[in-house]
């Protein structure tokens, strides 16, 4: 009796023992193969996936891509610590990297390329992240609406004039508190709070997740008048010719701000187990080759100097960039989201 | 034998407490956050969030109830109480809209009324060139949308309540001259009435925790907040308490939910005697009728399902048909199936422990399941996040972290079918098998098993189904690679890619259709 009952018995032991590895399996994050990448990514996944599929094409190494927010994204890599499967980070702010090194996260790198590529201001003193693109905070219009004199200053839009004619980004959206944060260095805080203030009346309820949504509310005619990185407007123009929406460029006038910049950037992670492959990337990026894809299909400004930025851009060398260094955004950073939620801003 | 029941129960009245530990655990460190945040947090929170989110919440709620209440009962009563050609068909057509995710709909809904969208320009032939309609993304837009996706869990309850409804109240008071209007007010819907508070506060809690159609509508409320203060804030700290608020806020429906639920339990005992009488209507009043429910299945249902179909069918949705999209598809699916399984084996052991041993504690731990009622997505994820990274970090970044979310999040749902399955077996019939000398083993497995079996069925096709729906935890605990239908769905209908997002989200309306059979039938059974 005994016997008879313990053959199913083994059987089911031996059973769970498979199912127990399996679980363990699926459930512990395995490393992946050798040729392989993970990259966290802050960035919108149609603006980089094409330019890491054009990396895979050129190296055979494949990318597993985790598209999220930039700062969920640091947030997981801290948690995750030394266990993580992120060999790259990629992000849509400085700041965030800079964040993200702090915090001993990346890298350090040293490596020819990078210095000979991309100049000093855009990269943090140890290389351990690298900007990759420029963009530029500009005013999006619709010309049957406002005509361009009409605005010289992004502090302009907080006039009550345009009430229920502006979209303004999410708050929670790192390329909005970067802005707010040089503006914050350039005019000071209480100067600050009330440009958000008249910002949050004059938007009411359009705020928008996406820099995209709020220029095809622009070229709607939704509203009349917009705040989004310069791509978005040139990536429409280039997918709807003709369509009614422009880029003007702020805070160009005599003693003005000049333009809000930020960059996009990647950094490896510390804790990476294939930094050859990810250096490769890295490399891949801030190339020629690289960076004149971002330039064509993203619109953004590259940062090597030897790639032109698509002709439709407004000449880099035509506009002034704010003065306030990309590393600084990262210190910035808390005090400016405390202004932001004081606003009130959603 | 005491020895042998003995060994056998204590290890499942441990597994028991373990379970309801971890489903507790969670809420307990989150409350810890934010009970030890810094007063500065909370006044900050106070002075700025807390009152614009509390309103925002408590309104959408307030007015989607209203409107689930009057489309529910409305909708319930017709196809009870009236004859018309082609009933039993509509019976089942207003249940549809459960098939659709709330962000689906939302997404529907964002094309159709938005600026320059299809309704826009119909009204523009009406009222002139400038004509405006409201927007979508505001509060009336986050109440159509809502009340459309909720309005038949009202309907079903109504219904059920009608039909198991002691027809002689309503004659009596018909023989006594009261005329019919007046017997449906007096006598009808006083009856319906804890039926109909159950429904709406289930849709009440349904809309405090949604999270897809808040998101895609830009509507701001706590569940959408905790998400967005997750997302954007390097500490969690706000984030906890405003999950704190909502648990409160859910609590507080849920407990309502309960206490009508209770009081229902006494209606439903009397008998019904006969089936109701069916009005028939005049032609004109069968074509109201037709029109009326045609309206709400259509802006619910299958205007909706029809877009999405056509936008599926579109070349550049069809150029996202690759093995990219199949990728999404196991993963939805393996994740879904992962979770539902896990529940149906936690499930377990509570729901028979609290039946078949109903000691306080077994009880209790019993209860502590029902929490991820009262945790939204969002705080789920939150919830799961903290306590991992607190206790077991090496799991961080794992499916494991996701499917725990799930299982605590979706176990109620699941435990309501494996409650009543359980409960309606009489413990005479293991007794017997056990006189009959088999072993306790034995007897679970010949006879409690395949007596509960389909009370499992459901309990795991409903875990399955919300899982595969399901949006912000998956989010934001998602590892690198596990991109499901719902986030594409997510992805592309945030930035407006419609077209993108169709394929995605037909397929999971489509899977969801089957469930809902069975959830259904399962109610008519019990009607």
Redesign the interface.
Known sequence: MSFVCSLPTLRRTILSAFFLLFVAGFFVPSAPAADQLTVYSGRGERLIKPVLDAFTTATGIQIELLSSGTTELVNRLKAEGDRTSADLLITNDAGSLELARTAGLLHPLNMREIERAIPGQFRAPDNAWVGLTGRFWIVAYNPTMVQPDQVKSLLDLADPKWKDKIAIPNSSSEYLQAGVSVIRVTHGDEKTRQFLQGLKTNAGSQVYQKSSQIVDAVAKGQVALGIANHYYVYRHLAAQPGAPVAALMPDQHEGGMGAIMNVSGVGIVKSTKHLDSAKLLVEFLVAQAGQKLFADLDKEYPLHQDVKADPALVERKSFRAALVPLYKLAELREPTITLIEQVGLR | MSTIRHQLVSPLQLVTLATAGIILLPLGYVTAQALSADPVVWS??W???IP?LLSNTVSLAASVAVITLILGVSTAWLVTRVEFPGRRLWEGALVLPLAMPTYVLAYVYSYLLG??GPVEHLWQLVAGPQARIF?P??YLGATLVMALATFPFVYLLSRSALLSMNVSFEEVARASGVSRLSTLWRVTLPLMRPSIAAGVALVILYVVSDFGAV?LL?Y?TLTYAVF???????DNTAASILSLLLVGLALIFLITERWFRQRSRFYQTTGRYRAPQRHQYGWLGTAAVIGYLGLIVGAAFALPASLLIQWSLSPEAQATLDSRFFGFVWNSGILAASAATGGVLIGLPLAYLASRRPTILNLGCLQAAYAGYVLPGPVAALAV?VLF?KLA????????ILIVAYVIHFLPAGLQSLEPALQHMSPNLEEVARTLGLGMRATWRRVTLPLVRNGFVVAWVLMFLQTMKELPAT??L????FDTLAIRVW?EA???YYRLAAPSALLIVLLSLPALALLVSKDWRAA
């Open positions: 900050r929170l002075a700025t969030r614009e600026f320059g927007s993304h505001s998101s830009r701001q967005q203060q997750m997302t954007g804030r390097s996040l990274t970090p090496v799991f961080y970044g794992s499916v494991l989010l934001l998602r590892p690198v690679g992805m945030s930035e407006e």
